[in-house]
T-cell receptor
Framework: AQSVTQLGSHVSVSEGALVLLRCNYSSSVPPYLFWYVQYPNQGLQLLLKYTSAATLVKGINGFEAEFKKSETSFHLTKPSAHMSDAAEYFCAVSVHTGGFKTIFGAGTRLFVKA | DTAVSQTPKYLVTQMGNDKSIKCEQNLGHDTMYWYKQDSKKFLKIMFSYNNKELIINETVPNRFSPKSPDKAHLNLHINSLELGDSAVYFC????????????FGQGTRLTVV
């Protein structure tokens, strides 16, 4: 069965520091992988996605993620954190079980310190 | 134009009541979903509809009944509300094609008192 594990429910970085949010997946077939961001009291917004093309995927707001099949990982990074990056981040995998459904990780709350 | 819109945004109601949440998407997508986000931010899929047909039902109590009058709408009706139903409910839609992300509504915060 497909699943997603996000390591660390909370991550705190200083403004300007590297952001690294970890995600590992489990899938018996080549996965479709996504990172979403959720700002307080809002819905989810797509940051980026992997769909078996380039393994390094660039998204919005300076974020990128690298698909590593050997490590079953899809970690999200940003070279320099900004205060506005503080939010909840979700890694997700899309699976086909009669229809496509998106399974989410538990989320990682990113705090950015001034 | 809002791609996926839900109403109401907030809903406070007493235990035992029946309530509905409406969802509409103007993206032309074939598939729509309901997700529940609990107080710990965990997102769990509840239902998925494709062209008005139920295709995924994830062990949800039968007090929850989705209804899709057409492929642009997916409403959620909840009977006999319980305290544990308090959560944020998100509607989403996506094309049938795999590998395409789901687009989410802004959520409905349901509080049962």
């Amino acid at each position: 069965a497909q699943s997603v594990t996000q390591l660390g429910s909370h991550v705190s970085v200083s403004e300007g520091a590297l952001v690294l949010l970890r995600c590992n997946y489990s899938s018996s077939v080549p996965p479709y992988l996504f990172w979403y961001v959720q700002y307080p009291n809002q819905g989810l917004q797509l940051l980026l996605k992997y769909t078996s093309a380039a393994t390094l995927v660039k998204g919005i707001n300076g974020f990128e993620a690298e698909f590593k099949k050997s490590e079953t990982s899809f970690h999200l990074t940003k070279p320099s954190a900004h205060m506005s990056d503080a939010a909840e981040y979700f890694c997700a995998v899309s699976v086909h079980t009669g229809g496509f459904k998106t399974i989410f990780g538990a989320g990682t709350r990113l705090f950015v310190k001034a | 134009d809002t791609a996926v819109s839900q109403t109401p945004k907030y809903l406070v109601t007493q235990m035992g009541n029946d309530k509905s949440i409406k969802c509409e998407q103007n993206l032309g997508h074939d598939t729509m979903y309901w997700y529940k986000q609990d107080s710990k931010k965990f997102l769990k899929i509840m239902f998925s509809y494709n062209n008005k047909e139920l295709i995924i039902n994830e062990t949800v109590p039968n007090r929850f009944s989705p209804k899709s009058p057409d492929k642009a709408h997916l409403n959620l009706h909840i009977n006999s509300l319980e305290l544990g139903d308090s959560a944020v409910y998100f509607c989403a839609s996506s094309p049938t094609t795999g590998g395409v992300e789901a687009f989410f509504g802004q959520g409905t915060r349901l509080t049962v008192v």
